[in-house]
């Protein structure tokens, strides 16, 4: 027997006690779901092989169970029968998601924005904020750069920026590997950063929208890129051939500006040719007391003047810093306050890296909230098709409920949607407005200063929102904003010593890498 002692077994009814007593429910912080596991369960079924298939008779038990409640009945009818999004619409949440703040900024931009068919939110958001400085600056009314005047070179842009990614990654990576892939698969998407639109400005300036207006294409882009993304990866094969073959750089300098030249052709024909960067152009134009006047400037020297303060104007809203401003992101994955980039990420190859300081939703808001106060508006990236209705103007965590009708909750965190891909930037828009709760709460503490909601100024035209103005809600704001472009005075020392850094390279596939 050896020197172990013997035991009794156990009774039928012992077993089941010990298993009822090993039944734990798994938390969320654990594991992700509200799942009941057995302890010791994993060892009970060693050797046996796990059903892969779906049971035929699992779905008739699934439906007879679901079909048994009168909510899931009810449910049924009005889901199957209805558009899903209306049904589970909440009408607290439309009530409380109001258009009236406490925070505005004094001068807001006019007229409403409308990107139309085309994926240039980016330009229209960078462009909406610097247009306030502009109308300030010259006594305007409503105001409106060019818009198609980036969009143009851009387009040149970032198609160098991918035909020179290409050979220098030629040697290293493989065709089939994920890196070209990527690179291959937008080689000249309408999405950018803020970065980016530094980098444009900086190289050919601006213009006014009455010299350089919305060609068809510049509105409805889909052909445009589709032709272009055709070439380029064509080229593209080209260019690694002549790679392989050991070709010099002045044959692969030749044959990649041949090919720009055809891109070139293919972007002015549908876009139209853009005033010369380098030449003077002449702007006329009335002022909001009905006055004419004519400026003479070149497209660079008329972004400069972005700089410098309207007359009589004073304190901290009285010009914008195009060079100055930085982008402020709240990614939970990576550690706050440190800097980040991503590889292979830009339009001109010359131009500065796109790089975003991460810091904590709390550092963000606060500093959103602090060039609000100043009358300065704000650009801000996020994950817009998340709990919006695009009509009505709202982008609310509580605008649909979810549970109610399928008896289940999304309940992945900010952290976990970045991980899984379930969520990143598609979108860039302005802040111009918050409300900020007035109440102190219990004892007077707590809640004052709590931002509430926010006023923001979208590019899909009048008819979309309030005369094309959205309203945000902070628990939104949490969960889907990632990025905000601020003035480095409205931060701590700490936040712009970040920006001092050596950046943390995250790949071209990284969430943080996907363009407004």
């Known amino acids: 027997m050896g020197s172990g002692s013997s035991q009794p077994k156990p009774t039928v009814d012992e077993k089941l006690v010990e298993r009822l007593q090993a039944v734990t429910m798994v938390t969320k912080n654990e594991h992700g779901n509200d799942f009941v596991y057995l302890e010791g369960e994993k060892d009970s079924h060693d050797g046996e092989p796990r059903a892969q298939d779906i049971s035929i008779s699992a779905f008739a038990e699934w439906e007879k169970k679901l079909l048994q409640d009168p909510k899931n009945q009810l449910a049924l009818s009005a889901l199957s029968n209805n558009d899903p999004m209306t049904v589970l619409s909440s009408r607290a949440a439309k009530i409380a998601d109001t258009q009236i703040f406490n925070v505005k900024i004094p001068l807001e931009g006019s007229p409403v924005t409308q990107q139309n068919k085309s994926g240039r939110c980016w330009l229209f958001a960078v462009l909406n904020v610097f247009r306030v400085a502009m109308m300030r600056k010259y006594n305007l009314k409503e105001f409106q750069f060019s818009q198609s005047w980036l969009f143009y ?60 207006p919305d060609s068809y294409n510049a ?15 064509e080229y593209a094969l080209t260019l690694r051939r002549l790679v392989h073959t050991n070709s010099s750089p002045t044959s692969l300098l030749k044959a990649k500006t041949t090919m720009l030249e055809e891109i070139h052709l293919i972007i002015t024909l549908l876009l139209g040719p853009p005033p010369s960067p380098s030449r003077d152009f002449t702007w006329e134009y009335y002022d909001k007391d009905g006055s004419f006047h004519a400026l003479t400037t070149s497209p660079r020297d008329f972004a400069a003047s972005l700089s410098t303060p309207a007359p009589g104007a004073v304190g901290e809203n009285a010009s914008s810093n195009v060079g100055g401003m930085f982008s402020l992101v709240n990614d939970p994955r990576n550690a706050y ?180």
């Open 153 to 212: 070179w851009d387009k040149i842009e970032k198609a160098n920026y991918f035909l020179e990614s290409i050979i220098e990654t030629a040697d290293d990576e493989a065709l089939d590997g994920r890196l070209v892939q990527h690179l291959l698969a937008s080689p000249v998407g309408d999405g950018g950063q803020w970065d980016m639109a530094v980098n444009l400005i900086q190289k050919y300036g601006l213009v006014p929208l009455s010299l350089y």
């Open 337 to 516: 306050n440190t800097l980040l980039t991503v590889s292979r990420l830009g339009n001109v190859k010359e131009g500065q890296a796109t790089t975003y300081v991460n810091v904590s939703m709390k550092t963000l808001k606060n500093a959103v909230i602090a060039m609000l106060k100043a009358g300065l508006p704000v650009m801000f990236g996020s994950d817009v098709g998340k709990y919006m209705d695009r009509t009505l103007g709202i982008l609310d965590t509580g605008l649909f409920n979810y549970e109610v009708a399928f008896n289940t909750k999304l309940g992945m965190s900010k952290e976990e949607r970045l991980r899984a891909g379930e969520s990143q930037m598609t979108h860039a828009m302005v802040l111009t407005g918050v409300h900020l709760d007035t109440t102190k709460g219990k004892e007077g503490k707590g809640e004052e200063g709590r931002p509430v909601r926010w006023r923001v100024e979208n590019s899909w035209g009048e008819k979309s929102g309030s005369e094309g103005y959205f309203v945000m809600s902070d628990a939104w704001m949490e969960e889907f904003c990632y990025q905000a472009v601020v003035d480095p005075k409205f931060v701590s020392k700490e936040v712009r010593d970040v920006l001092k850094q050596d950046p943390i390279v995250l790949p071209l596939w990284d969430p943080m890498g996907s363009l407004a």
């Open 219 to 233: 509105s409805n882009s889909s052909m445009m890129d589709s032709l272009l993304t055709s070439k380029l990866r």
